[in-house]
Antibody, heavy 122, light 107 residues
Framework: EVQLVESGGVVVRPGGSLRLSCAAS????????MHWVRQAPGKNLEWVSL????????YYADSVKGRFTISRDNSKSSLFLQMNSLRPEDTAFYYC???????????????WGQGTLVTVSS | DIQMTQSPSTLSASVGDRVTITCRAS??????LAWYQQKPGKAPKVLIY???TLDSGVPSRFSGSGSGTEFTLTISSLQPDDFATYYC?????????FGRGTKVEVK
């Protein structure tokens, strides 16, 4: 059974940094593109970033480009999101998601974790 | 970037109703469109991908259609479990985009 467990969400001050983690199990992690998607409380979904199965391809939403960095450690089946220069508008639940198909870069975020809440506030 | 305009934002319906939700892309996205269902406090769940491919286990009352810039999600006969928020999602290209969601509520 696929399991994705996010962690690292806390309250942080504007301008601060945070690193989110996602522990994956139940599938061949190193065959799948992984995504981060966020959702401000009560608001709609926003795609944030993706990383290809071997870490060689990364893409970001314009709203986070230059501030967030996605990475992965295939030896530990783990996905990360380094978030710098945080703003109040970054406040959201952050979900990691596994792509639908293996060895595909731009695919469907298919199986999702339960999310971790990041709050940016002074 | 491609924008996805979803309508309506809220839809009031009764059990047994036929429900249609529309998603329009600002430029052609071929058939690279998915639909998600989300319930309060839960992660989204894929219903349909590649415009019309029903995910495994999704009831056949859900269907998707369209191509290019206009897409629809149809629920043929709304069931109590279907009251939720639905999102379209364009997933090909350098900046995947979600629609703003349609909340299906009890009339």
């Amino acid at each position: 059974e696929v399991q994705l467990v996010e962690s690292g969400g806390v309250v942080v001050r504007p301008g601060g940094s945070l690193r989110l983690s996602c522990a994956a199990s139940g599938f061949a992690f190193d065959d799948y593109t992984m995504h981060w998607v966020r959702q401000a409380p009560g608001k709609n979904l926003e795609w944030v970033s993706l990383i290809g199965w071997d870490g060689g391809n990364t893409y970001y939403a314009d709203s986070v480009k230059g501030r967030f960095t996605i990475s992965r450690d295939n030896s530990k089946s783990s996905l990360f999101l380094q978030m710098n220069s945080l703003r109040p508008e970054d406040t959201a639940f952050y979900y990691c998601a596994k792509d639908l198909n293996s060895l595909t870069i731009f695919g469907v975020p298919y199986q999702w974790g339960q999310g971790t809440l990041v709050t940016v506030s002074s | 970037d491609i924008q996805m305009t979803q309508s309506p934002s809220t839809l009031s319906a009764s059990v047994g109703d036929r429900v249609t939700i529309t998603c329009r892309a600002s430029q052609s996205i071929s058939d690279w469109l998915a639909w998600y269902q989300q319930k309060p406090g839960k992660a989204p769940k894929v219903l349909i991908y590649k415009t019309s491919t029903l995910d495994s286990g999704v009831p056949s009352r859900f269907s998707g259609s369209g191509s290019g810039t206009e897409f629809t999600l149809t629920i043929s006969s709304l069931q109590p479990d279907d009251f939720a928020t639905y999102y379209c999602h364009h997933y090909r290209g350098y900046s995947p985009t979600f629609g703003r969601g349609t909340k299906v509520e009890v009339k």
